[in-house]
């Protein structure tokens, strides 16, 4: 069965066409502000239910409910806050000047109106300890927390209406969880597993959606990487897309697979962004979510495999499909995992991304036992990856 969103019942704040006219009509008066763009990004996906059940940006009680709990105050699982802390200069005088209870227009990089955010609470917040119940971490050269130690000292919580979807390098590739959820039922998919993933496909990240896609109670795959803010590193999210299209069509059953994108900001969290991506995942439909050694990690700050047990302790109605670490032996000649395959490390071909990057500067063939030629192609063509 397709699950029920998380608590119950899909979130959509999108304005009707009267109503988006009459708030761009009242543009002028309204007070703005100017949102970093992991808050433009979050703005949208709350208005369109990705974030089912909240409604907007969280409130004191729900930030420091899901801090000291990992559940939003009615008890629902959460292990992500959704907070809204504007650092912009220019918004510093309107924030001031919040008391709660005000319509406040939201507006993008490009100066445009995306938004309104119904403000209820203006509070200040404890940024050492929300990152390290979130990202286990206070290190400022973790990615999220020099974010976040970069963000405003007061954060505003209160409801939010979109008025005009992103508009976003990939946006064709772009569903709202209405339409998954729409798609999977035409398609008569009552199971569908969703894979997590931020980097062009490898062949284990192949292996891991072929074991999935294997699975008797499995009907369709719903591949849906996260391609929000870059940092150094990242590859542009169209080469992310391409390289998963060209897997499709040359490799998999499009009568099973559905490639889609999600522009977040990627929040490296190890266990708790696994919980909340998957929560995530819930809501566009999918009741089973696949997890790999160390998801959502950076760096060396998670244990690779509280990953897997954190669906033990804080259960989210979503079946987790649990993975080892899995590596392309040369003796096997074959995709292994530890429990498949007995030989040395050294018979293994990593598939780390660093190496692949490496080849790609030094312009070095890619190797072939972990990537295929026509996603090789594609990165070779076009894979730069960001520098700045
Ligand atoms: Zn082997």
């Avoid at 959460?78 to 907070?83: A, E, Q, S, V």
């Avoid at 979503?318 to 000649?333: A, D, H």
Wanted: aromatic share 10%; glycine share 6%.
């Amino acid at each position: 069965m397709i699950p029920p969103p998380h608590g119950g019942r899909l979130v959509q704040r999108i304005a009707r066409p009267a109503e988006r006219d009459r708030r761009k009509a009242e543009f002028p008066s309204l007070p703005k502000l100017h949102p970093f763009i992991d808050q433009v990004f979050d703005a949208e996906k709350i208005s369109i239910g990705a974030y089912s059940p909240l409604e907007g940006f969280m409130d004191r009680a729900t930030f420091e409910s899901v801090l000291a709990t990992r559940r939003l105050p009615n008890g629902l699982p959460w292990t992500i806050p959704i907070l809204f802390a504007p650092s912009a200069p220019e918004d510093q005088a309107v924030v001031r000047e919040l008391r709660g209870g005000e319509d406040v227009a939201l507006v993008d990089r490009d100066n445009r109106f995306f938004a309104v955010f119904h403000v209820t609470e203006k509070f200040a917040y404890d940024k050492a300890n929300y990152a390290q119940k979130t990202f286990l971490t206070t290190d400022p050269a973790h990615p999220n927390v020099a974010d976040l130690f970069a963000a405003g000292d007061s954060a505003l919580g209160g409801s939010v209406e979109l008025l005009d979807r992103l508009d976003l390098p990939v946006g064709r590739f772009e569903m709202t969880p209405a339409e998954t959820r729409s798609h999977f039922e035409k398609q008569g998919w009552k199971s569908v597993a969703a894979y997590q993933c931020r980097n062009p496909p490898h062949t284990a990240h192949e292996y891991l959606q072929r074991c999935t896609l294997d699975r008797e109670d499995v009907d369709a795959l719903f591949i849906h990487p996260v391609v929000g803010r870059l940092k150094k590193g990242d590859y542009k999210p169209e080469v992310i897309l391409a390289a998963y299209q060209a897997l499709v069509d040359h490799y998999y059953p499009k009568n099973r697979i559905l490639l889609s994108s999600l522009t977040v900001t990627m929040r490296y969290a190890g266990p708790n962004a696994a919980l909340f991506y998957a929560i995530v995942r819930k809501n566009y439909g999918c009741g089973m979510y696949i997890v790999g050694r160390d998801q959502a990690g950076v760096g060396k700050y998670y244990d690779p495999y509280a990953c897997h047990r954190i669906f033990d302790e804080l259960p989210i109605d979503i079946v987790p499909l649990r993975y080892p670490e899995t590596f392309f032996c040369r003796e096997c000649g074959w995709m292994a995992t530890p429990k498949t395959c007995n030989h040395p490390a050294t018979s293994r071909v990593s598939t780390a991304q660093t190496l692949i990057r490496e080849k790609l500067a030094k312009k070095e063939p890619l190797p072939t036992e972990i990537l295929r030629p026509e996603v090789a192609q594609i990165l070779q063509e076009g894979g730069e990856v960001i520098n700045d």
